[in-house]
């Protein structure tokens, strides 16, 4: 984990492979900009996170990398302009998990994920691919939940399946031609308890260690702390700062991100510091 | 021990193998049995029909004797037939059936695609208005076909009046459409609300139709309401197919869509489909096959709502096996209730409209109330 902070200013055009890069962009509902003017390089193998207050634009942000909204400026993935990748292939690149789905219809756990797994994708044979259903409910500590219905389940096992069909999109991080694929995540964690926190935390830092790459929109920013390799700080649609824990995590630089004291401290035989917020 | 009288069973080691291919959750094996299951439905459905009439016809008889003829290059294809026979098979009972196969199909499949298209497991072209705007085109057609509408009715010949029809079908559709969604969010309740007054509108202007109508027009308006495969005939059949028949062979494309659909339109879009292109596609096919079977049988109701939901009940909402078996249970749900409405009150018939209201609108209230007693869904 290096310190230096990335600013927008210093990123250079030259994309490598397998980055997320943004240029200049914009983003608004109703020509009220949400999003301002933002740049940054993201590169794969790291664990990437948006943080913000409510309202900021983090989830704006990740709609418009993921090309669920319109934006203006550029958005480059693999060196690729996000709009000019054709849809299916981009799904073979980049996963998404939303923070909440309603199902139209009734389904099983494994019919859920194994909506992940796409047609287009010929990686692997069919046994191989539909195998991965079964690998991807024990990533996220559902083995034995194939056959329950989908709407029995609690919110956070839910999201949980949720997570296991996306990581069947997007298997391998690093797809058969060399270029890396990535998993967005918006709030991947705010359903669960602390256990599934850390599990699925380590899911993705572990998708992010094998070379692909991981963005995650974050709350909770102790467990971020203890997770991200670099994080974003956005405040009012502009990106306030981007670098590694250790550069972020200011006393200044996050009560004025989150507009409240707060206080880092660290603690001994603990790597990453802890964040206490003010009251009283 | 178990092993080995598993090998010894070919029973058994076909059980073995099923549950390899068969992960736990998975309804893919069930669902092709079920389609399997409804192909000989379908035969035995289609077979039923062609016997059972006023006349009872010796329908394999007849086509052995028919085939024997053909293969062996007699000049008489009917000898040995009875020209009685003959004639009600082939003019009367065969269209009929055939007609009652594509409309019951054409209705299943787009009840089927219209739910998965608007994400919910009442829509149907009937309750939504879809229905009503083709009638009000058929009946533009059938009124205003002689004079005003005169020219599309020579370009087009037998096929004016189901294009009437579909026309009228996307027009609503389209318009439904614009109406429930907002900012890429379709609201089902705005639909439902928009479906009814589109239905109450487009039925306002066919009765307006009705009053400028003459005594044959009146005719042939009433026969629509009812909703009936009385009428059938080659030319129907040749006129509805084209549309329909288009419509069921084009489904395979929009079954992962339609899958991908079931987790929302934003999920749908993340994993590659073209959400837009899939709406576009589903409101043309659903217009054209319920276009092109109001067209030809009039407004015959719940088929479309009662056989995709008995199917998703027992393989699942999978779109690649749901469609198709809801064509193939369509097909067989209309052809039976067309037997029983056509020898039920004999000499005299029941037009099937009434019958399928008869069994749907109980079926319909049962589901309504089911879902309330389902607080998870």
């Given amino acids: ?280 | 021990m178990i092993e080995i009288s598993l090998k010894r069973l070919g029973a058994g080691r076909m059980t073995a193998a099923m549950v390899e291919k068969q992960p736990t959750g998975m309804r893919d094996l069930l669902a092709r049995q079920v389609i399997f299951a409804l192909v000989v439905v379908l035969i035995l459905a289609i077979s039923a029909s062609l016997t059972i009439g006023p006349i009872k016809i010796p329908v394999l008889d007849v086509i052995q004797h028919y085939l024997i003829n053909l293969l062996s290059g007699s000049e008489e294809s009917l000898a040995g037939i009875n020209l009685r026979d003959w004639i009600v098979l082939s003019e009367i009972r065969l269209p009929r059936t055939l007609l009652g196969a594509l409309v019951g199909s054409a209705l299943a499949v787009s009840g089927a695609v219209m739910q998965g298209l608007f994400r919910n497991p009442l829509a149907d072209p009937g309750i939504v208005g879809v229905s009503a705007g083709a009638g009000l085109g058929a009946a533009s057609l059938i009124v205003l076909g002689g004079t005003t509408l005169a020219p599309i009715v020579s370009i087009f010949g037998i096929y004016a009046l189901p294009l009437a029809a579909f026309g009228g079908g996307l027009c609503s559709t389209w318009l439904l459409y614009r109406i429930g969604t907002r900012g890429g969010v379709t609201s089902v309740a705005t639909l439902l609300l928009a479906g009814i007054a589109l239905g109450a509108f487009a039925g306002a202007i066919t009765g307006l139709l009705v009053y400028v109508a003459d005594d044959q027009q009146l005719r042939d308006l009433t026969f629509w309401g009812l909703g009936s495969l009385a009428g059938a005939s080659w030319e129907k059949v040749f006129a509805a197919a084209p549309l329909i028949c288009t419509t069921l062979f084009l489904l395979p494309i929009l079954a992962n869509g339609l899958n991908a659909l079931m987790l929302g339109e934003a999920a749908a879009g993340h994993m590659g489909v073209r959400v837009q292109r899939l709406k576009n596609i589903s409101i043309i096919m659903v217009a054209a096959a319920s276009g092109a079977s109001v067209a030809v049988s009039g407004g015959i109701g719940f088929v479309g709502i009662i056989v995709p939901h008995l199917l998703r009940l027992t393989i699942g909402p999978d779109h690649r096996y749901l469609l198709p078996a809801s064509a193939l249970l369509g097909a067989s749900f209309l052809i039976a209730t067309d037997t029983i409405s056509r020898t039920i009150v004999a000499p005299a018939e029941l037009p099937i409209g009434i019958l399928t209201a008869f069994v749907g609108a109980p079926f319909f209230l049962w589901l309504l109330l089911r879902k309330r007693g389902l607080s998870s869904f």
């Fill in chain 1, 1 to 280: 984990m290096e310190n230096t902070a990335l600013k927008p200013q210093q990123i250079s055009k030259n994309s490598p492979t397998g980055s997320l890069e943004a240029f200049g962009l914009e983003v608004g509902y109703n020509r009220a900009p949400v999003i301002k003017d933002l740049s940054f390089v993201a590169e794969p193998g790291l664990f990437h996170t948006i943080l913000g207050p409510n309202g900021s634009g983090k989830s704006t942000l990740l709609k418009a990398l993921t090309g669920e909204l319109s934006y203006s400026g550029r958005v480059t993935l693999n060196g690729e302009s996000l709009s000019t990748i054709r849809a299916e292939t981009l799904a073979l690149r980049r996963g998404v998990l939303p923070q909440h789905t309603v199902l139209a219809f009734p389904l099983t756990v494994s019919e859920v994920v194994s909506l992940g797994v796409l047609r287009n994708d010929t990686v692997g044979t069919a046994k191989q691919r539909r195998n991965r259903i079964f690998e991807a409910l024990g990533m996220v500590d559902l083995e034995g939940f194939e056959g329950r219905q989908y709407q029995s389940l609690s919110g956070g096992e839910q999201q949980r399946v949720q997570l296991a069909r996306v990581l069947c999109q997007v298997w391998s991080p690093i797809a058969e031609d060399g270029s890396r694929r990535w998993l967005f995540l918006d709030e991947p964690v705010s359903s669960l308890d602390i256990k599934h926190q850390i599990q699925i935390m380590n899911i993705a830092a572990d998708y992010a260690r094998r070379g692909g790459g991981v963005l995650a929109v974050m709350h909770d920013l102790n467990l971020t702390a203890s997770f991200a390799d670099t994080v974003m700080v956005i405040r009012n649609g502009e990106l306030k700062i981007m670098g590694s824990v250790a550069a972020v995590y200011k006393d200044e630089i996050l009560s004025d991100a989150y507009d409240h004291d707060v206080q880092v401290s660290h603690v001994d035989g603990r790597s990453a510091p802890i964040v206490l917020a003010r009251h009283g």
